[in-house]
Nanobody, 119 residues
């Protein structure tokens, strides 16, 4: 099994910056793609970016140009960054992993880290 732990959330003023981390542990050899998701208040959880094991990153259309995601396979860690935070960036950010144990899709999830952007 794979365990995912996000960190870096908190209360941030509008215009500030965000840097989140997600560290994987356990059977990390089984991890294929990883991803960031965002759940804003009153909305469904939505994809921010998929970080492929091979190094490429695919952003959801609505997230392009807003966030920068990166992955460090040696550290079993993915990151999510954003400058110029806006109140609409408030929400819970989750990381997820697709593992070779699953049937496809993201089968391991972190608990999420909450980000609140104050205006």
């Amino acid at each position: 099994q794979v365990q995912l732990v996000e960190s870096g959330g908190g209360l941030v003023q509008a215009g500030g910056s965000l840097r989140l981390s997600c560290v994987a542990s356990g059977s990390t050899f089984s991890i294929k793609d990883m991803a960031w998701f965002l759940q804003t208040p009153g909305k469904r959880r939505e994809l921010v970016a998929i970080l492929r094991y091979g190094g490429s990153t695919n952003y959801a259309d609505s997230m392009k140009g807003r966030f920068t995601a990166s992955r460090d396979n040696a550290k079993n860690t993915i990151y999510l960054e954003k400058d110029n935070l806006e109140p609409e960036d408030t929400g819970v950010y989750y990381c997820a992993a697709e593992t070779s144990y699953g049937l496809g899709g993201f089968d391991s999830w972190g608990q999420g880290t909450r980000v609140t952007v104050s205006s």
